[in-house]
């Protein structure tokens, strides 16, 4: 494809700057590749001074550039095609897309394939080989579920919501459209509860159901736990990566972008476009305010304010916990200057 084809076809979507202006400068582009890697044919992207250094070892074609003049004439130097984006990273993202679809089976139903003749199945649906769907299940137009996906009854999925091979869906769980399950991912299990008695654990049944709403995107391996009772939700447009565990009860708002290894107990409430950083975990019952940040790592054990970026365990604020880990990089130094204080005064 040529260069000014993808520019054409990217149209005014990441406000686009001109083309350089180097004459006769439309190079053929094969593939897409990261920068330090690229090859003849290759189109990549700069996010900004940063990486500067890069477009000098770069063996791209083409470039997508930040506005940034003295990245564009590096590029023009070097005799490399540049378009200038505000988000160059979210313009490279959507160059993927010309050149790459995720694999998506016509319509069809796999002979091995168990149903239920009262799950009700829409148009145009993809049923991979191995998949149960157990009574009651309802499956929107244009969805797609791969081989082995299990589906136990009264499950309701929307239209053209993608379910990967090997996930799991529980009874009751609502999942919106344009939803994508991941591999291995579990959706509505019991959530944990058990109740401490004299003689044991009593085990609570959990009647609850899961809701996932539109446009949500789960990662591999992940589990979202039904509850006792009530519902546990998933915002629409949230992301959810591998291994994530969400607990029974767990409110989560729109928008939300949630890491891998991360965790919440039951009852969680966290708000919009909160962002979970990689093995943080949120403790039983706790609050999140819309717009908070937990660090990776963070161990959350009481209510974050919204717009606040909390670090460390148990998590404080952020620019708190920067003077906390500058002073215990100074630990052994105050340790030894009291250890002199205490000899001095004997």
């Known amino acids: 494809m040529k260069f000014s084809e993808i520019v054409k076809k990217l149209g005014e979507s990441a406000s686009l700057s001109s083309l350089t202006s180097l004459p006769n400068l439309d190079p053929?582009?094969?593939a897409l590749a990261a920068v330090d890697e690229a090859t003849t044919g290759n189109i990549s992207y700069i996010e900004g001074?940063?990486?500067a250094h890069l477009v000098d070892i770069t063996s791209a074609n083409a470039l997508i550039l930040p506005h940034d003049e003295s990245l564009q004439l590096k590029a023009q130097e070097k005799g490399i095609a540049w378009i200038a984006a505000k988000e160059p990273r979210l313009l490279f993202s959507q160059t993927i897309k010309l050149f790459y679809q995720p694999w998506h089976p016509a319509p069809s139903?796999?002979?091995?394939?168990v149903i239920h003749e009262l799950a009700k199945i829409g148009s145009d649906v993809y049923i991979g080989a191995?998949?149960?769907i157990q009574q009651g299940v309802e499956i929107g137009n244009n969805a797609c579920i791969h081989p082995n996906v299990v589906i136990y009854p009264d499950v309701k999925i929307g239209e053209r919501t993608v379910l990967h091979a090997n996930c799991t869906i529980h009874e009751r769980s609502r999942i919106g459209q344009d939803c994508v399950i991941h591999s291995g991912t579990v959706i509505g299990a019991e959530g944990f509860g058990f109740v401490p008695t004299a003689s044991g654990w009593f085990k609570m049944e959990q009647s609850g159901c899961t809701v996932i709403e539109d446009r949500v995107e789960i990662g591999c391996n992940s589990a979202?736990?039904?509850p006792a009772v009530g519902e546990t939700r998933i915002g629409h447009d949230t992301i959810i990566d591998?291994?994530?565990q969400i607990g029974h009860g767990t409110q989560v708002g729109f928008g939300c972008a949630i890491a891998g290894q991360?965790?919440?107990a039951g009852g969680v409430k966290i708000g919009n476009r909160v962002i979970l950083a990689g093995q943080s975990g949120i403790a039983n019952q706790v609050k999140i305010g819309d717009g908070a940040i937990v660090s990776a790592k963070a161990g959350v054990h009481s209510n974050v304010p919204p717009g606040e970026i909390v670090s460390g365990n148990p998590a404080i604020p952020y620019k708190i916990y920067l003077k906390s880990s500058a002073i215990i990089q100074k630990l052994p130094e105050i340790y030894q200057y009291i250890r002199q204080l205490q000899r001095k005064f004997k």
């Not at 139903?109 to 394939?113: E, R």
């Open 28 to 30: 053929e582009i094969t």
């Open 49 to 51: 001074q940063k990486f």
């Open 109 to 113: 139903i796999h002979p091995s394939a």
């Open 130 to 132: 191995y998949v149960v």
């Open 224 to 226: 979202v736990d039904r």
């Open 242 to 244: 591998n291994l994530v």
């Open 262 to 264: 991360s965790a919440t």
